[in-house]
């Protein structure tokens, strides 16, 4: 076995690959979809661990494949519990909501939603944090595992208190605040002895962001000009030119496609970056997808759902996955006899709060 | 002890790859299998026995087989391919779908999910039903005092146009507004035509339903709701919303569509039925023509066809079926002697209930 070299190194080639097919996966995705069905959805939890088994497990990193260790059973209960925590909020706010607007107290009411909304915000940053680090205390390699000791409550206070900075400017900032979060976020965890670093910067992304910014706004300028020529049009009686009713359509096109253009035009190009500035020990990473991949795979996704009724989606997952890592490079050498295990504290209430907001790791 | 099938596949030492979980550097390693433990031998005489029930199949790729251990998190051995025989003999089969459905098999579980899965569905739907009854007035009334209180400055006070609004109540249901359970109707001053019913006995009936109709139709109107109130029927909404739909309110928050929300909980068709079938009854016992009602609901269809936005809210909380201004009209009596629900000078204050509304400190 000529794999016992004490460094393994990522030589040519990508240093991460994607081995899976999707004849391979099409038993899973079919028992999966079928055992959601049945159990009301409580299968899901069981659903996404034998996913992202299959997925980790068909993922060559430099010299062996990922290995997904999470349970389904974990995630059910990491539901549970934050279920337990969030149910009897909702049904406070169920009932003082309407307490409030029935007697007549609006500003009051709208103080709660607003309070509402802060606990919204913190919770959703700490659930994304806490997903990362689930997941990453499940994935091993080499026998290694990742993880972080930082439980994630200061980063959902950074996190609420750079989209309330990035709120003030009306969200111009925003990438300012996206790559600062990025940042710690990827500080605290590890993976063995070794941190990720992010030294992930705003500059480079701005022109993309304002045109994403300015889209709408261009837009709304746009068609107030277009009505100002159509009520000139109407003053003086002539019908409305079909040059004008093609510069009306043109404007209609404009917002449905330019916009989710832009939105992936601005994230293929911060993840990118990202993907860039993080490194692990003396790993590196790189990231290669354009806009033009990112827009394959969604309308892709999307096609497929719809072309298969829906069971499609039951692919999502695999798709996306398989993207990630088929567009990911890493580079640089890690030393696998320095890699000892993580002494990181492993959560044991998996990702409960990212599924209660929906939000996804990464 | 040793039967010869079990040694003769162990016998050839199979070479893997052994990560002990505390460093990812990866051991050369040696492995015999016997009957229910694997010896682990490295080439510098190193040697460990480890017992099959520490042992776990871990999910590899297609280029290998792998084991962990279960008292040791990261120890992993990568055997080649073709040592899959000898590690479903010593540990069987890995898990697949979970533990519970392996045991029972796939189809199996398919199915008891399925059965189960339609009789929590029928049972979520069914059960408020049934239990609405027996849910004791007092809880109900305390839900619907904590929701509602005294609707504040939406409220309108006019004394005699509040003595008339229970006036029409008492003439559909006489006694209804008295003692601990009395019905509590107030006029509120929300521009939508719209009335309900709400948790602990309160009828709710907004301005245009009042300016916009005549009382006879009112009389209808409360009538309806005063059935919801009786039947337990709000009780039952507040079931099966608490039941089911409780987390996915609240979270989009302007006024219009939170004053809604006091109006959100609606009722199943039969409940819907029962209460029309009660109101021509009430109507009857009361000597109120029902054409008004019936005039009043065609008008609603009208509109609705029409996309008035006005009746909107009334018609998505009470939909109009087909037959509903029907069956008020069917339920029409020529021999009897219909009276008016209200005198002029009632509805003259009731009319106006809105209209004189003090603003409170």
Known sequence: MDALTSAAAAEEGRGIEFTGNWREYLPIAIT????????????????AARQRRYLWSRTHFIDDSLEWTGTGKEMFLGFLIVMCFLIPFFLFFQFLFPALIARGKGEAAFGVIFLFEIAFIYLGGFARFRALRYRLSRTYWHGIRGGSDDPGWNY??????????????????????????????????????????????????????????????????????????????????????????????????????????????????????????????????????????????????????????????????????????????????????????????????????????????? | MRTRSTWGRSDALIHARLYDGATGHPHEVTVAFGPSSIRLTQADGWSEEVDSTALRPVDGGRSDVRLGRRDRPGWRLILPPDAAPNVRELLGREERYGRWIDRIGLVPALVAGGVLTASVVAIGYAAPHWIAPHVPMSWERNVGSAIVGDFGDLRCRDAKGQQALEAVVERVSPGATRGPDGIKVAALDVPMFNAAALPGGYIVVFKPAIVGTDPDALAGILAHEVAHVRRRHVAEALLREFGIGALIRLMAGNIGANAEQLLALSYTRQNEAQADADAIRMLRQAHISPRPTAALFRRLAKEQEQHLSMSAEFLESHPLSGGRAQRFAASFDPTAHYQPTLTRDQWDALFDICSKRPRRP
């Open chain 1, 32 to 47: 999966n979809a079928l055992l959601i069905i049945c159990t009301l959805g409580v299968y899901r939890f069981w659903a």
């Open chain 1, 156 to 362: 959902g206070g950074e996190y609420l208190g750079r989209i309330a900075l990035s709120l003030m400017t009306m969200f111009i900032a925003w990438p300012w605040a996206a790559t600062r979060l990025w940042n710690a976020r990827w500080k605290a965890m590890s993976f063995g002895p070794l941190h990720f670093r992010a030294r992930l910067e705003s500059e480079g992304l701005w022109r993309r962001w304002l045109l994403l910014y300015l889209a709408p706004v261009g837009f709304v300028v746009a068609a107030m000009s277009a009505g100002i020529m159509a009520a000139g049009a109407a003053k003086t009686g002539s019908p409305p030119s079909a040059g004008l009713m093609a510069i009306i359509f043109a404007l209609a096109a404009v917002f449905y496609i330019a916009l989710p253009l832009l939105t992936l035009n601005w994230y293929a190009k911060y993840f990118r970056h990202a993907a860039d500035a993080t490194t692990l020990g003396d790993l590196e990473f790189s990231f290669d997808a354009t806009t033009l991949q990112w827009l394959g795979l969604f309308l892709g996704n999307l096609a497929l759902a719809v072309v298969t009724l829906g069971f499609g989606l039951t692919y999502w997952g695999y798709r996306n996955w398989s993207f990630m890592v088929r567009h990911l490079r890493v580079h640089g050498v890690i030393d696998v006899s320095q890699l000892t295990q993580s002494t990181t504290h492993a959560p044991r209430e998996a990702e409960g709060f990212a599924d209660a907001f929906d939000v996804g790791a990464i």
